[in-house]
């Protein structure tokens, strides 16, 4: 057993964050020593709240030093949950903040993933606006942007954001370790409605498998009915050749998306704005999703600052025929978007091709037909896909059909 452990991040630049600091004793009870940004407002509270935790947790005497820099409760509770654990008292269980009503929403396999959000695992500041910025998806990130040494922190606060925090309506995800380790991840997350689990470094289908048994394993413990998606992402020249298989290696599978960094690093070159070095594994990618019936999602832009960069890999992804890219800035979503959205050329091609298939089907005919040319039902589904993001990007009014085809007699 440890005598003193502590958890959390504390200094002038924090915010949003704690730093505890629990000591054993022998006894005496509790010894609270809290030093807060808010103390007047709110000093008692983070006090009861933190006498509240050690109670939960095992702990009947120890002295504890609480530095607040602005945390929310679920901050505190993660914190102060990690440097119990870290202990090792063996008396630890779990401390599980309120599980709110605007974080039990559910996803779907058919949506837009246009843009998802990258965000630091053990950096509570960065999550409690991210859905404002409305992005597809926020990503907590367990795996690159976290140290090896704050992997367990990072654990129990992506768990409590998961329960606390309102994305607006962003598809929860969560990118967990590189296998083997990120089987550990899932037993913090899975139970707390995470919507789509990424798998990094993902080299084959059993990779695949071996995270959707165990999900269906914590499902079985808890007698848990739900469905978790799954985005491999293909980061290594091996990764690339088994494509296909790793898209195809679960129904649960709902994108696959590659990582350029690692992937350059792996074939012993360096990533450059044209992308001629990525250009096979970034087809192959594609080809393998469409082949699998899964929506292919294209690399983050690194840099932040150049916007007109960003715009011109978007144009770029989406001609090759990716759905959507990551992020990891805020100011990258709008961006990225406004690109994906179609184009006035697209819009009224698919306003076509959508009404002369409704005006075929109010006639009960099997075939559709514009003009000449028959349409065939991936053309329509196409369509279909193309009016709605075109609706949703707000370039296009919902009673578009107005006065349209469909009206005449």
Not at 108 to 118: D, K, M, N, P, Q
Not at 230 to 255: D, K, T
Not at 307 to 323: I, P
């Amino acid at each position: 057993m440890i005598k003193t452990a502590e958890s959390g991040r504390r200094g002038p630049d924090v915010r949003s964050d704690c730093w505890i600091r629990i000591t054993l004793a022998d006894d005496g009870g509790v010894q609270l020593n809290v030093n807060s940004k808010i103390k007047v407002m709110y000093g008692s509270a983070v006090e009861n709240l933190a006498k509240q935790g050690l109670a939960q947790l095992g702990i009947r005497h120890a002295s504890v030093e609480i530095d607040d820099n602005g945390a929310l409760p679920f901050v505190i509770m993660a914190r102060l949950e990690c440097a119990a654990r870290r202990l090792k008292t063996n008396q630890t269980g779990e401390w599980l903040p309120e599980f709110r009503d605007s974080c039990q929403g559910a996803t779907a396999r058919e949506r837009f993933r246009r843009s998802r959000l990258y965000l630091p695992g053990n950096e509570p500041k960065f999550m409690l606006n991210a859905g404002l910025h409305k992005p597809d998806g926020i990503i907590l990130d367990l795996e690159d942007s976290v140290a090896p040494s704050e992997k367990d922190a990072a654990r129990l606060l992506v768990r409590n954001a998961l329960r606390q925090v309102d994305f607006y309506g962003a598809e929860r995800m969560v990118r967990i370790n590189q296998i083997p380790h990120g089987i550990e991840d899932l037993a913090y997350i899975v139970p707390h409605n995470v919507h789509v689990v990424l798998i990094p470094k993902c080299e084959s289908a059993e990779q695949v498998k071996l995270v959707d048994d165990e999900i269906q394993k914590i499902f079985t413990q808890r007698r848990l009915k739900k469905t978790i998606f799954l985005m491999p992402i293909v980061e290594s020249a091996l990764g690339a050749i088994r494509a296909y298989e790793i898209a195809s290696a679960s129904p649960n599978v709902v994108a696959l998306t590659i990582g350029l960094e690692d992937y350059t690093a792996d074939i012993g070159t360096q990533r450059t704005l044209e992308g001629k070095e990525s250009f096979w594994a970034r087809s192959q990618v594609i080809n393998a999703a469409r082949a699998a019936g899964v929506q292919p999602i294209d690399t983050v832009f690194s840099d932040v600052q150049d916007m007109q960069g960003l715009r011109d890999s978007v144009l770029e992804a989406k001609a090759l025929g990716f759905d959507g890219k990551g992020c990891i800035h805020p100011r990258q979503i709008p961006v990225i978007h406004d690109a994906f959205a179609p184009d006035e050329t697209e819009i009224e091609k698919a306003k076509k091709i959508v009404l002369a298939f409704e005006k075929a089907e109010a006639q009960g005919l099997g075939v559709v037909s514009l003009g000449s040319k028959m349409i065939d039902p991936p053309v329509v589904k196409r369509a279909l896909r193309t009016i709605k993001l075109a609706g949703d990007s707000g370039k296009l009014e919902p009673n578009w059909r107005q006065g349209g085809e469909h009206n005449e007699k």
